[in-house]
């Protein structure tokens, strides 16, 4: 069975949005590592990796977010993390993730929140 991993990336005021959707594991976390130089990241922005439709998160998919996480604050900007599935939050919490990554329920949170804090 070929795994797969639909990847969309938008702009927003706050900063990169990363839309990801399928499984994201050894087989597709490259996907999103080779993406990351691409998205558009400002000092004093933020991304966000919306995850609500992840269906699957192994290490290597734990691994690239941390990667992300480091290539948000190489760009001086902050990462956040948006509508984690259940069964994805429960793995992070077991790892400790949950204290790492801000989470939000959506997206347009996670640009709220960033508009607060950036105000």
């Known amino acids: 069975m070929t795994k797969h991993l639909t990847l969309r990336t938008r702009t927003t005021a706050a900063g990169a949005v990363m839309?990801?959707?399928?499984?994201?594991?050894?087989?597709?976390?490259?996907e999103v590592r080779d993406a990351?130089?691409?998205?558009s990241l400002r000092?004093?922005?933020q991304l966000v990796l919306d995850l609500a439709g992840i269906t699957f998160c192994d290490s290597s998919g734990i691994t690239v977010l941390i990667a992300a996480r480091n290539h948000a604050m190489a760009a001086d900007a902050a990462m956040a993390l948006a509508a984690?599935?259940?069964r994805v939050a429960r793995i992070f919490r077991i790892v400790g993730l949950d204290q790492?990554?801000?989470?939000?329920?959506?997206a347009?949170?996670?640009e709220g929140a960033w508009h607060i804090a950036s105000g």
């Open 36 to 39: 990351l130089p691409g998205l």
């Open 43 to 45: 000092p004093g922005g």
């Open 19 to 30: 839309e990801l959707a399928g499984d994201l594991d050894h087989h597709t976390a490259p």
């Open 108 to 110: 347009q949170d996670a």
């Open 84 to 86: 984690v599935p259940e």
């Open 100 to 106: 790492v990554f801000p989470t939000y329920p959506t």
